[in-house]
């Protein structure tokens, strides 16, 4: 089978299942953890419409190494302290577990918040030595980077396929903004994780600031 043209790699709960969705139904097949996922196995085909994928939206990507990939890498890339609120409310747990903890080994399972900061810090240092087709943040998603991957794959799709494709497509919970007011549980602050690791927490700072999430 011949590996999809493109991956969007970062951390669960950045939405990843969103953007997969949005650029399937914009006429792009984009799988959610088809190619590089928990099975660890290889499959060409969507998981929204079972077409045969162009490219793929994984959080396993990173983990399971994409060493020897020679498509585009994109990466997106969520605010940490919205990633790691997320994690805390609903802790990671297998098969993904195992996989995320490729990038991050010597981490304690126990330890959620512990290991949610170092999980979004392995996966932010790592996607910097492999994209090559640029970042951006989940709020950044509109019409003109659907627009963009599509003319950087080679797929050109026309406006009123992206107008329908946002019309038709759900935005994934863990993708709202920390004021949207399903969110009920409390975000943790810069305070909280440098209480609990505050050497961690100046490293993920200043990765964070490099995207402008300060």
């Not at 590089?36 to 162009?54: T, Y």
């Not at 990633?83 to 747990?93: E, G, H, Q």
């Not at 329908?164 to 949207?180: G, L």
């Not at 602050?189 to 300060?214: C, F, M, P, S």
Request: charged share 25%.
């Amino acid at each position: 089978m011949p590996e999809p043209k493109f991956v969007i790699v970062g951390t669960g709960r950045s939405g990843s299942t969103y953007i997969s969705k949005l650029l399937t139904n914009a006429g792009i097949p984009c799988g959610g953890e088809s190619w590089w996922n928990p099975r660890m196995r290889r499959d060409d085909r969507g998981r929204w419409d079972h077409r045969p994928i162009v490219g793929d939206s994984s959080c396993c990507a990173l983990a399971q190494g994409l060493d020897g990939y020679e498509g585009m890498v994109f990466h997106q890339i969520r605010h940490p302290l919205d990633v790691i609120r997320s994690y805390i409310r609903s802790p990671v747990t297998e098969p993904h577990l195992s996989i995320f903890q490729k990038l991050i080994p010597d981490a304690d399972r126990t330890d959620v918040l512990g290991f949610a900061m170092r999980f979004w810090l392995a996966s932010a240092e790592t996607a910097e030595l492999y994209t090559n087709g640029g970042w951006w943040r989940p709020e950044q998603i509109g019409p003109d980077l659907i627009h963009q991957i599509a003319n950087l794959i080679d797929m050109p799709i026309g406006r009123n396929d992206v107008v329908r494709a946002f019309q038709n497509t759900r935005i994934n919970p863990y993708s709202y903004s920390q004021d949207d007011p399903q969110f009920t549980w409390e975000r943790p602050t810069w305070e909280r994780l440098a209480g609990h690791d505050a050497k961690l927490t100046e490293q993920i700072q200043e990765v964070a600031a490099r995207y402008g999430l300060n």
